[in-house]
């Protein structure tokens, strides 16, 4: 920031310099900048009603904790519940840091923390379950986390569980869908996915409309607890890591383009195919799949003999009582 | 080129290495390549049939060179018969170094050319005729190249006009389209477009999966004429231009990624929505129109007190007449 560069707002030092929207802020203008935004996209999209439950998952990362930090300031007028919701992967180190700035971060927002152990449910952290069935990590640790947060969001009976993807993130992944022409899946990266009843709940990004870097600077302004850390087994090089170089590049040279970009797609949502995939219930724990297992299931079958869907529900139905939650 | 790199075919000196292929190639053999590869879009999209006439838009530059020059060498085993149009548009110095070309292009490609010289037939060349309905030069270049090319098809009763464009220009409009949202457009842009009878001829994209860079070598190895010289209208800093630099990088680090998005591409065509615009007879002229009057009769209304559409299609017949190929 250039020495005496001031906020075009009120004239003190200012901190920010918002290029696409031609503003320059200072440090309290740009987080009520950031905060606008949310509460925009919020009522805009509308993702969250009045009497609503909302579980957030966070993982110590400045996007998750930006999430969690502006919803909960928010919660009072939008007259919303929100709950924080922490799965302890068990990648070692990296979890139980993320897992200490999570505890700090729920407190610190005066929001119930629920905190899912994988290691301990499963009696297998999710490293040591991606080795078993022979399956990249990240790609285990999506199935897992994926099929927690939709259980502890149906568990709770919550309208929706808000995802902190932002800007950035999601045009990296348009982009990559785009290019290899999956459309449904793009028809799934709008600011909210839809609930089925008792089987799934629906996602909503309130970040949808925040940087990266916006969301990195609201977290150290703020003094929101978070780490800076990247999981362990983050791949570079991949064509996704590629092409966000690339929109970086893009947005420097044309201010406002991802947002342009994602403003767009929102309003034409309706123009793309929808998965015609069946859906149905899980024989094995009774929750969304497609076929006659869900992923969870199936995987924990390969890895531990028995589909192990139930056993998380059951363990995180006593963590919301032992909470009081319920 | 390094030393001693050996064709995968004959073991000749190589003269290009096709990365996302794993070949490289000698002379002889690259040509073949890319001769192959227009005999294999053809053939896959259907773009051509026996007996069909084909008229082939010339600029002097390398891609519809290229594109001429292979149609001309493919049309006894395909069955067709091909025809070059040449536009002059009356830019000065570029206008008419090209329209030479070409003329030097027909004769060595033994194809009979049609010249539609527009100050010619309007009396004002097109950055005249910009300037006096004060408009970007480029926008109505295209209305008039778009209005002569689609007139000299149907009045040679063509079943396609071809275009020279090349993979990276096409993969370069369809992420412009898809930033904008436009997928009506992107609908637009496989490997060919329907004709509307007597009113307009679809186009086809022989050099559909053909890179930028395999279409100047061609021309150049071939020794096929044309001319390197850029229009002095282009604009550099676009968003295209800026597009196009980044999907080079991407193409860099992913061989073949351009391709494999246009391939996709052309067989999910079908899910992209399709333009609802009404279609109708244009009053003046008689071809194609989305309101009373076709954009090119409008331009020329507005510039010259009459629309020009009629004179303009009376011109082509003549000309047609004339080089007895009708």
Do not use: W
């Amino acid at each position: 920031m250039h020495q005496g560069v001031k906020c075009s707002i009120c004239g003190e030092k200012a901190v920010a310099i918002i290029r696409y929207a031609r503003l320059r802020l200072c440090k309290r203008h740009f987080l009520e900048f950031v905060e606008r935004k949310v509460e925009r996209a919020i009522r805009r999209y509308g993702l969250v009603g009045r009497g609503d439950r909302v579980v957030v998952a966070v993982s110590g990362g400045k996007d998750s904790s930006t999430l969690a930090s502006i919803l909960a300031k928010l919660s009072g007028k939008l007259g919303y519940k929100l709950y924080l919701l922490y799965i302890d992967l068990g990648i070692p180190v990296y979890s139980k840091a993320n897992r200490e700035k999570v505890v700090e971060l729920s407190k610190t927002i005066g929001k119930p923390l629920i905190v899912v152990d994988v290691k301990e449910v499963l009696g297998l952290t999710v490293p040591e379950l991606a080795f078993k069935v022979r399956r990249p990590v990240c790609s285990v640790c999506g199935v897992v986390k994926r099929y927690i947060m939709n259980a502890v969001a149906v568990e709770l009976k919550a309208s929706a569980l808000a995802m902190g993807h932002n800007l950035d993130d999601l045009v990296a992944y348009v982009l990559k869908e785009f290019f290899n022409q999956n459309l449904e899946q793009i028809s799934k990266l709008g600011p909210r996915t839809g609930s089925v009843e008792g089987l799934a709940v629906g996602r909503i990004r309130p970040l949808y409309e925040v940087y990266e870097r916006e969301s990195l600077l609201y977290v150290l302004l703020s003094r929101t607890p978070f780490l800076p850390d990247e999981c362990p087994h983050v791949r570079r090089g991949t064509m996704e890591f590629k092409i966000k170089e690339l929109l970086d590049s893009l947005e420097e040279s044309f201010p406002g383009i991802k947002f342009g970009l994602m403003r767009r797609l929102a309003k034409n949502l309706e123009s793309y195919p929808k998965p015609s995939q069946k859906l149905s219930r899980c024989k094995a724990c009774g929750l969304i799949a497609s076929g006659e297992l869900c992923s969870f299931c199936k995987i924990t079958k390969q890895a531990l003999g028995e589909p192990m869907g139930a056993r998380v529900r059951e363990y995180i139905r006593r963590k919301i009582l032992e909470l009081g939650l319920d």
